[in-house]
């Protein structure tokens, strides 16, 4: 089994920053990609960033490139988000996923096996 435990969502005002956790409880034998999706009001759930938690290498969103950053600490089995730059279409719910290996280009919803309960991001202007 395997749980994900977000926390550091909250608000704040546009232009500014936030960080997200994510500590990975169980067996995280066969999760070596650890990353975020979101989801804004009325969308979709949308890639956000992964990272491989062995490699290292990361790939981030194309709406979020520049602004977000992924990284972990193995050691603490977590995985991190830095938000910089926030506007209010970064505002939703945000999640943190897990899959056995990182995908090329993020990938979709379906391909994600493990789902945190999310925590909630609110950018007001």
């Known amino acids: 089994w395997l749980q994900l435990v977000e926390s550091g969502g909250g608000s704040v005002q546009a232009g500014g920053s936030l960080n997200l956790s994510c500590e990975v409880e169980?067996?995280?034998?066969?999760?070596?990609?650890m990353g975020w999706f979101r989801q804004v009001p009325g969308k979709e759930r949308e890639f956000v960033a992964t990272i491989s938690t062995r490699a290292g290498s990361t790939y981030i969103g194309a709406p979020v490139a520049g602004r977000f950053t992924i990284s972990r600490d193995n050691a603490e089995n977590t995985i991190f988000l830095q938000m910089t730059s926030l506007t209010p279409e970064d505002t939703g719910i945000y999640f943190c996923?897990?899959?056995?290996?990182?995908?090329?280009?993020?990938?979709?919803?379906?391909?994600?096996?493990?789902w945190g309960q999310g925590t909630v991001v609110i950018v007001s202007s």
């Open positions: 996923v897990a899959r056995p290996k990182c995908l090329p280009h993020g990938g979709w919803e379906a391909d994600y096996n493990d």
């Open positions: 169980g067996d995280t034998a066969d999760r070596d990609c």
